[in-house]
């Protein structure tokens, strides 16, 4: 799966879980099983309960940008498609 995919994807489970947040009564909301222990919040908002989670999971997430994101082939561009260093 490609960035473009995974990103997609994932903006498409946050609108899921949001309307389905909205739509659905409080108590017959399923909480995920990761998140056990967040049960209430997660009824009152689960987009707080799952950022959470994440920090107390202790977690991070690490982005690097350079001049080969411009080529959008990744950071092994240079190596993968031989482009000289000078």
């Known amino acids: 799966m490609n960035r473009r995919a995974f990103l997609?994807?994932?903006?498409?489970?946050?609108?899921?879980?949001?309307?389905s947040a909205v739509d659905a009564p409080a108590q017959s909301v399923e909480v995920?099983?990761?998140?056990?222990?967040?049960?209430s919040l997660y009824r009152k908002d689960p987009h707080s309960a799952a950022l959470e989670w994440f920090k107390n999971a202790r977690f991070g997430l690490f982005m690097t940008y350079g001049l080969y994101s411009q080529l959008g082939r990744g950071a092994w561009a240079?190596?993968?498609?031989?482009?000289?260093v000078s």
């Not at 997609?8 to 489970?13: D, V």
Request: proline share 7%.
């Open 8 to 19: 997609q994807n994932l903006a498409g489970s946050a609108v899921a879980l949001s309307i």
């Open 32 to 39: 995920p099983s990761y998140l056990r222990g967040y049960e």
């Open 78 to 84: 240079m190596l993968r498609e031989k482009i000289p």
